[in-house]
Each structure stands twice: as C-alpha cells, then as structure tokens.
C-alpha cells in the first residue's frame, strides 16, 4: 500500500489516513510543494467525454487508480476535446471524474485532482481556442448555463468563477492542484514556436491580479497549489517574481509538452525550473503526440476509433507533418532494436529525464484500458545508455518535427 497521507484540514490538526492504494509506485513530492504526493504517472483524461463514454472512463479510472496505484488525474475545464465535435460540451470531463469520486468516496483523500483554467481566447489562431470555444466555456460556468459572447481571461472573477464551477463538475470541496492552462498575453505554443511581438496585446491581465485570485483560492482553502501550463522562460520568471512580491506561494508545477518530438522544454527552460532554481516540476502532455508515437499511424494506417482516424483534418495537425513521420519512422527502429514498443520507449524517454523523474510526473492518456497498461508500463522500462544516444541521434538529426515557425 502507498504511504499514509494527512487529510487537507484547515486547522493546526490533521487526520493521518492509511491509503487504501496499491504501492507499485513509489510517491515523490510535485516542485516546490511540502504537501502533494504525487505517482511519477499521471492519467490524462482529456478523451473522456467525445472518445470515451462514461462506463469507459470509469473503467480507466479504477484500472488506473484501484489497480496500479496512480494517484494523480488531471483534466480541465475546456475538456473534453476537441471542441470542434459535436458531442463536445465543455466541463464533460470534469462531470465524469466527478461521478466517479462520488461513487468512490473513501479514495478522494488520498487522490491528487488537478483541473485548468482556461487562458485567454479571443480571435481564430491568436489562442488555443477561439470565440466558439469561449462561449461554451464561458457557459458552463453558471448553473444552469448563461451563455455570453465575451473573451475567456484570466482576471480574478474569472478565476474565482471558473474554480467554483470545476468544484461544483468535481463534486469536491477542494482542487489539489490548479493550473492556468495557457497564459491570458500572447505566447507561441501548439506547433508555433516562433515569438511575435506584433501579437502582444496591450489588455493583457496583469499577473499580480491573476495570482491574488489563486492566492484567494489558497487562503479558502479552495486549492491546495497552482501550476503553469503551455509557458514560456520568461513567464515562469515573471510568476515566481510575481508571488514573491506578493508574499504567496510559488508555482509547484508547469505542464508543458515534451515527447520525443518536441524536446525544446529541456533548453533554457528547464534551467529556469530545475530543483535548485525554482524547484518547479514538468508534467509533460503529449508524451505520445497525439497518439503517432505509439506506431499505429506508421505507413498510412488509419486505425478505426483512433484519434486521426476519428478527427482527419484541423486537429493537431502539427503531429501529421512529413518531418514527424520520418522521425517516427527512425524512432521505431529504436524501439525495436532496444526490444520495446515504440510506446514504452517514448513514454520511458520521457519518464527517464530529471526534470520529470526528479520533481515531476508524466502525463498519459487513452482510449482504452489495454492502451492505459501499455502507457503505465512504459513508466517502469529502463532504457540504456546505448539506447538513450541512439534517440539523441534521431532528435538531432530531425529535432522537433512537430513545430512550425
């Protein structure tokens, strides 16, 4: 069984429970937090709602938790995706994971629940989500819904909004963990790595006011940590300036993407956020980009149900370019010649490097419960010297295929 952990209480006193999880893996404390206990795999669940029915997601959520131990869910309000189906109603996701720990009370307190706010949405192809996106996000924060024809931001009504209504899908009175899932400035991001400043923007919500509403958050109880998500160097740094001056805890985690095609978090940015600088764990998403590193794609292939059979066009587009599927293509000889699935060696890849193994935790998503094991499994592969230089060899011979200008 995992270790004991002490239940949230706002009082001096707290309750140690014994936890009823599995202990195959071992806990590790998320970046700078003193408080969360977290498993070095996380279960993505951003399928949870368009891909994947509730008795599916439920199925993977007790393979996950009751059976390998993993504590720690993350989701958003946004989810699920993408938000161009038409089943797609935002905070879907959340309502699911929340029935599902209502129907499991006893393990809420010994679970880490993260959920995301979205940032700034304003014109097509300025933010990960446009008006249409908005509209619906900005619903389903009112119950029952209101619609309204404004720009997602990350003010302190927002903020203080967006929360409660996460808490209300949730059904919990607290968020472990909650992360800004984009910035409210400008900032290049899925697939575009190239900085504009003709896109900056002079409305910008200024980030003491978006970190006095979680502070607001913190000193209610209402969230345990925040966290940063799809950031940039210079927006980390502006943060944990930004929360020293204000006399408030930093940020304990960033959940950028990283995968075997998209290593640029290692540079500069990993410095910003190793253990004896900010001390700020990656929770990399996208360790299988989109689903092309598990192989299933590789020759054309268009597996029924999977992801870029489903949605063919305007929907990651990034991970469908000629550069990624030459990448893949070598990546898989690695896996083979190191005797694993091309899944186990991406999600092994990722697992291995310190500023995950360290402080973090790595993000895995599914469809299905028999691809959820092959992810989890892939956590526990050790790869070899050998191996690692054979994978430093494809990325610099074609370094991050996925990204664009």
């Not at 302190?156 to 967006?162: E, L, M, T, V, W």
């Not at 956590?379 to 200008?405: F, M, N, W």
């Amino acid at each position: 069984r995992q270790p004991s952990r002490r239940t949230p209480s706002s009082s001096s006193s707290t309750i140690i429970m014994p936890s009823p999880l599995p202990s195959e893996f071992p806990l590790r404390l998320l970046g700078n937090s003193a408080t969360l206990l977290v498993t070095p795999v996380c279960l993505g669940t951003m399928t949870f709602g368009v891909q994947n029915s509730y008795p599916e997601a439920a199925a993977q959520l007790d393979y996950a938790v009751k059976t390998r131990g993993i504590n720690f869910i993350d989701t958003a309000e946004m989810y699920p995706v993408p938000m161009s189906d038409p089943r797609w109603v935002a905070g879907t996701t959340e309502e699911y994971i929340g029935r599902w720990l209502a129907d499991n009370k006893e393990l809420r307190p010994h679970l880490v629940i993260a959920t995301k706010i979205v940032g700034y949405t304003g014109a097509p192809k300025s933010s990960p989500a446009g008006p249409a996106a908005a509209k619906g996000i900005l619903a389903r924060r009112d119950d029952p819904p209101v619609e309204s024809s404004a720009s997602c931001r990350l003010d302190r009504a927002s903020i203080i909004k967006a929360c409660n209504a996460s808490l209300r899908r949730l059904r919990t009175d607290y968020i472990d963990l909650y992360q800004l899932h984009w910035p409210d400035r400008w900032v290049p991001g899925f697939g575009v790595s190239a900085y504009e400043p003709s896109k900056e923007r002079a409305d910008d919500v200024p980030i003491d006011e978006t970190l006095l509403a979680l502070k607001e958050l913190l000193d209610a109880g209402k969230i345990r940590a925040y966290g940063l998500s799809n950031e940039t160097t210079f927006g980390v740094c502006q943060a944990v300036l930004a929360a020293d001056r204000l006399g408030m805890p930093r940020p304990v985690s960033i959940q950028n993407s990283f995968s075997l095609v998209h290593r640029a978090f290692e540079t500069e940015l990993a410095e910003a956020c190793a253990p004896s600088h900010f001390n700020i764990g990656l929770l990399p998403w996208s360790v299988l980009a989109g689903g092309v590193l598990t192989g299933k794609y590789r020759h054309g292939a268009a597996p029924g149900g999977a992801r870029f059979a489903e949605f063919p066009s305007g929907f990651q587009e990034r991970f469908h370019g000629e550069r990624v599927v030459a990448a893949v293509e070598e990546y898989a000889e690695v896996a083979e010649e190191a005797g694993v699935s091309l899944t186990k060696l991406a999600v092994a890849f990722c697992a291995s490097r310190w500023f995950v193994d360290g402080h973090g935790s790595c993000i895995v998503g599914a469809t299905s419960v028999e691809q959820l094991a092959e992810c989890i499994d892939g956590y526990k592969v050790k790869l070899s010297e050998e191996v690692l230089k054979k994978i430093d060899a494809v990325h610099l011979k074609c370094r991050d295929p996925t990204q664009g200008k």
